[in-house]
T-cell receptor, first 112, second 117 residues
Framework: QKEVEQNSGPLSVPEGAIASLNCTYS??????FFWYRQYSGKSPELIMS??SNGDKEDGRFTAQLNKASQYVSLLIRDSQPSDSATYLCAVKRAGNNRKLIWGLGTSLAVNP | DTEVTQTPKHLVMGMTNKKSLKCEQH?????MYWYKQKAKKPPELMFV???????INESVPSRFSPECPNSSLLNLHLHALQPEDSALYLC????????????????FGEGSRLTVL
């Protein structure tokens, strides 16, 4: 089992719809969770971080964390073609080794 | 200034060359990172400097040599690379040092795309 798992996609949604991206993790002691967006040929960009159970909203983005079920999700409301990118889930382990563990990413395509 | 600046953007080198990648940030961030990324893969951590000290070396081959001259600058010296080292090399920074838990919220530069012939 990979430490951080995401569906590779592509996830295809029509413009204006809600895109739902999911991520599960195996280390129950993980503390911090991040969503990065990466456009093709560009570098990753942090779009959301979440540390506590529940929802965190920032504009059209909502991150949801459920530590009991070990999943974190990202909802993108009113999806735009400019949201088409790969979304990387990253999890920070507990303990002394505080590396980020990355998922393989989910490719999102928003169709006009 | 909220940028991490990397130079050069593109680099082509032979297996016997010596070259360097440079990274600069003026955000007062206390940790700086080198990542390597291959196509359709997530970033792969190479090195972390926290408060200008090398804190993490992910068993990277010695043909890659990091250097942190000061809190704003990070270099990656390259020597005798192999074609399989061709990748996008990403520099990142975080506000907090490693001990402060600052390894999650990363600011990435645009990357240096390296091709080894």
């Amino acid at each position: 089992q990979k430490e951080v798992e995401q569906n590779s996609g592509p996830l295809s949604v029509p413009e204006g719809a809600i895109a739902s991206l999911n991520c599960t993790y195996s280390d129950r002691g993980s503390q911090s969770f991040f969503w990065y967006r990466q456009y093709s040929g560009k570098s990753p960009e942090l779009i959301m971080s979440i540390y506590s159970n529940g929802d965190k909203e920032d504009g059209r983005f909502t991150a949801q964390l459920n530590k009991a079920s070990q999943y974190v999700s990202l909802l993108i409301r009113d999806s735009q073609p400019s949201d088409s990118a790969t979304y990387l889930c990253a999890v920070k382990r507990a303990g002394n080794n505080r590396k980020l563990i990355w998922g393989l990413g989910t490719s999102l395509a928003v169709n006009p | 200034d909220t940028e991490v600046t990397q130079t050069p953007k593109h680099l082509v080198m032979g297996m016997t060359n010596k070259k360097s990648l440079k990274c600069e940030q003026h955000m007062g961030h206390r940790a700086m990172y080198w990542y390597k990324q291959k196509a359709k893969k997530p970033p792969e951590l190479m090195f972390v400097y926290s408060y200008e000290k090398l804190s993490i070396n992910e068993s990277v081959p010695s043909r890659f040599s990091p250097e942190c001259p000061n809190s704003s600058l990070l270099n990656l010296h390259l020597h005798a690379l192999q074609p399989e080292d061709s990748a996008l090399y990403l520099c990142a920074s975080s506000l907090l040092g490693i001990a402060g838990g600052g390894t999650g919220e990363l600011f990435f530069g645009e990357g240096s795309r390296l091709t080894v012939l």
